[in-house]
């Protein structure tokens, strides 16, 4: 199984973009999804992305987040545009459904208004 290793987070304002990677120790051919939790909140999945590309969203997200991923790369990535004060979380990509030996530290995402 792969560990992953999430970068890429950042500052940034109401309306602006920021872009998240997650690195995998080692291929994998399973479903590879994006999670993010809030302070005091619990973790939720926000997209997801077979190995083959298809992709699915959480409705908060939809039309403003972008997952893809690089096969030969290991590498999951996500664009977070058109970003709001309530996307600020910790974001982790795992697992689909999520394996608890495989969460990284995450990648801290913070939107001021």
């Known amino acids: 199984q792969a560990q992953f290793v999430e970068s890429g987070g950042g500052l940034v304002q109401a309306g602006g973009s920021l872009s998240l990677s997650c690195a995998a120790s080692?291929?994998?051919?399973?479903?590879i999804g994006w999670y993010r939790q809030t302070p005091g909140g619990q973790r939720d999945l926000v997209a997801h992305?077979?190995?083959?590309?298809?992709?699915t969203y959480a409705d908060s997200v939809k039309g403003r987040f972008s997952i893809s991923r690089d096969n030969a790369k290991k590498t999951v990535y996500l664009q977070l545009n058109s970003l709001k004060p309530e996307d600020t979380a910790v974001y982790y990509c795992?697992?689909?459904?999520?394996?608890?030996?495989?969460w990284g530290q995450g990648s801290q995402v913070t939107v001021s208004s």
């Open positions: 992305i077979t190995y083959g590309g298809g992709t």
């Open positions: 795992n697992y689909v459904p999520s394996r608890v030996a495989y």
């Open positions: 080692r291929s994998t051919f399973n479903l």
